[in-house]
């Protein structure tokens, strides 16, 4: 994660960055928590959490979260914006040319199956390990087949 911006600590709340970005705020979502945002979240070096406001599918790969009135700071200003590739705003999705397959097996015995949502918890699992950015990119298909395992001799 590279971070983009973050609103210095000497200004006041009533006080605007001119070096900030825009916020970018999806469509009423400054007054509806309902509305829906990117949500893509990072954590800043002191801990602190945020989330992406912008809205969802943004055309660039970096990320914008505002001050909103539950959190304190300058409601409606860019506190902290980050970004999962080098390469600056407008630098767009990652290239989904050319595409890499990886086939992988799992084998184990049924009575290990105790979630119902396995496949998809699978599936979940191997996202994980790819940037947030590159989900949209990331096809991950899961099959589940029971077999007898053979027995020997």
Do not use: K
Request: net charge negative; charged share 20%; with cysteine.
């Amino acid at each position: 994660m590279f971070i983009t911006y973050e609103r210095p600590t000497h200004l006041t709340d009533e006080q605007t960055d001119p070096q900030a970005p825009a916020a970018d705020l999806a469509p009423g979502a400054d007054v509806d928590p309902r509305v829906p945002v990117c949500g893509a979240s990072t954590y800043d070096v002191d801990g602190t959490r945020w989330t992406c406001t912008r809205g969802p599918g943004h055309a660039d790969d970096e990320h914008r979260a505002v001050f909103d009135r539950y959190h304190g700071g300058a409601v409606g200003q860019v506190a902290f914006a980050w970004q999962y590739e080098w390469g600056g705003a407008g630098h767009g999705p990652s290239s989904t040319v050319p595409m890499t397959t990886v086939i992988v097996t799992v084998s184990f015995p049924s009575t290990a199956w105790t979630n119902e949502q396995l496949p998809e918890s699978i599936a979940d699992e191997v996202r994980s390990v790819f940037w947030e950015c590159d989900h949209d990119d990331v096809t991950v298909q899961t099959i589940a087949t029971s077999t007898t395992h053979p027995v020997a001799g």
